[in-house]
């Protein structure tokens, strides 16, 4: 089992940054790749961005490229998720999720989401 805690998020103006950090626990955390998921109201929960085991490979979503970065720290357990120039429409619950195998998912383990809203 892996525990996954997300913090972070809150309100922010669009142009503003954010920084989320995903803590994990339970299993050696440095064995799975890490992902962002994002869901906005009512639509469907979508991809953000992943990070493999060793940090040497990155996805991003087209719609977050060049602004947002996802990062680890293996000592501290931590995925980041560094968000810049943000638009309103980033506006959602981010998840953090973890799997053994599949760096952009499907994963296994899921945090309970941090909201991210941001204004206009």
């Known amino acids: 089992q892996v525990q996954l805690v997300e913090s972070g998020g809150g309100l922010v103006q669009a142009g503003g940054s954010l920084r989320l950090s995903c803590a994990a626990s339970g299993r050696t955390f440095s064995r799975y790749h890490m992902g962002w998921l994002r869901q906005a109201p009512g639509k469907e929960r979508e991809f953000v961005a992943a990070?493999?085991?060793?940090?040497?490979?990155?996805y991003y979503t087209d719609s977050v490229k060049g602004r947002f970065t996802i990062s680890r720290l293996n000592a501290k357990n931590t995925v980041y998720l560094q968000m810049n120039s943000l638009k309103p429409e980033d506006t959602a619950v981010y998840y953090c999720?973890?799997?053994?195998?599949?760096?952009?998912?499907?994963?296994?383990?899921w945090g309970q989401g941090t909201q991210v809203k941001v204004s206009s």
């Open positions: 990070i493999s085991w060793s940090g040497g490979i990155t």
């Open positions: 999720a973890a799997d053994a195998l599949r760096v952009a998912g499907p994963y296994e383990y």
